[in-house]
């Protein structure tokens, strides 16, 4: 994967399960990162109290201190409008400056999301959210692609 590889999303439900997936590949900003936990479909599918993976391993991310407090702030006002926060949520972020950006994320968020944990390994982060791991390889197989440019600010979620 390149720096110059454009962004893109997809999201995968399981209401019965209570889980929702979201994925980011390629060059990702604060900017998608608001864009898809802000699109209508991701607000149709989240639920408060929902288990949120949010799987890093295809992207490249890079945010300053300011961009990820914004970040947080955003999604914090998104989850109090739509009911309530996750449950438990896990960041897969193997490459070293995500897996930093990801974890000064889980520092920013503090008491606002306690149960948020951030791990190198998609296995660790199912077998912490103690996730059935077929379910979630099957939830995997149904990801999808969401437009980043056809957010809807976060006024669905």
């Known amino acids: 994967?390149?720096?110059?590889?454009?962004?893109?999303?997809?999201i995968a439900a399981d209401p019965e399960r209570g889980i929702l997936l979201v994925r980011f590949t390629g060059s990702v900003r604060p900017s998608h990162l608001r864009a898809g936990y802000g699109h209508r479909a991701t607000g149709a599918a989240?639920?408060?109290?929902?288990?949120?993976?949010?799987?890093?391993?295809?992207?490249?991310?890079d945010a300053s201190y300011e961009?990820?407090?914004?970040?947080?702030?955003?999604?914090?006002?998104?989850?109090?409008?739509?009911?309530?926060?996750?449950?438990?949520?896990?960041?897969?972020a193997p490459a070293d400056l995500t897996f930093g950006l990801s974890r000064m994320y889980k520092l920013l968020t503090?008491?606002?999301?306690?149960?948020?944990?951030?791990?190198?390994?998609?296995?660790?982060?199912?077998?912490?959210?103690?996730?059935?791991?077929?379910a979630a390889d099957a939830l995997?197989?149904?990801?999808?692609?969401?437009?980043?440019?056809?957010?809807d600010g976060g006024r669905r979620l």
């Open 1 to 10: 994967m390149s720096e110059t590889e454009p962004a893109a999303a997809a």
């Open 46 to 61: 989240y639920r408060p109290g929902m288990a949120v993976i949010t799987d890093l391993r295809e992207a490249l991310f």
């Open 67 to 92: 961009e990820m407090t914004a970040v947080m702030q955003y999604l914090d006002a998104i989850f109090s409008r739509s009911g309530g926060p996750p449950g438990s949520g896990a960041i897969v």
């Open 110 to 134: 503090g008491d606002t999301y306690p149960t948020l944990a951030v791990f190198r390994e998609w296995d660790e982060a199912i077998r912490w959210l103690e996730i059935d791991p077929a």
């Open 140 to 151: 995997a197989a149904r990801l999808e692609p969401i437009d980043l440019k056809d957010g």
